[in-house]
């Protein structure tokens, strides 16, 4: 997985998380970014923005899908 740079939109949205939200975004970021956090190479805040970002873009692959195999049952 490459890593790429925060998105302004999704760097605002991580520092507007609650305690409790940080730490479930957090149960499931992934090690590639939990190691560049540690390594220093991330802040936290980034780490989290990269975070929200690739669960929003898994949410719409998941939604397509979903789309896509309603539409094949209704056949």
């Known amino acids: 997985m490459k890593i790429k740079k925060a998105n302004e ?6 520092k507007s998380l609650s305690e ?17 956090e540690e390594d220093k190479k991330l802040t936290p805040i980034e780490a989290l923005a990269i975070q929200l970002e690739l669960d929003d873009e898994q949410l719409v692959e998941w939604r397509e899908k979903r789309i896509e195999i309603n539409k094949k049952n209704k056949k």
């Open 20 to 36: 409790e939200e940080v730490e479930r975004l957090q149960s499931r970021m992934r090690a590639k970014l939990t190691r560049r």
């Open 9 to 14: 939109e999704y760097l605002e949205k991580a």
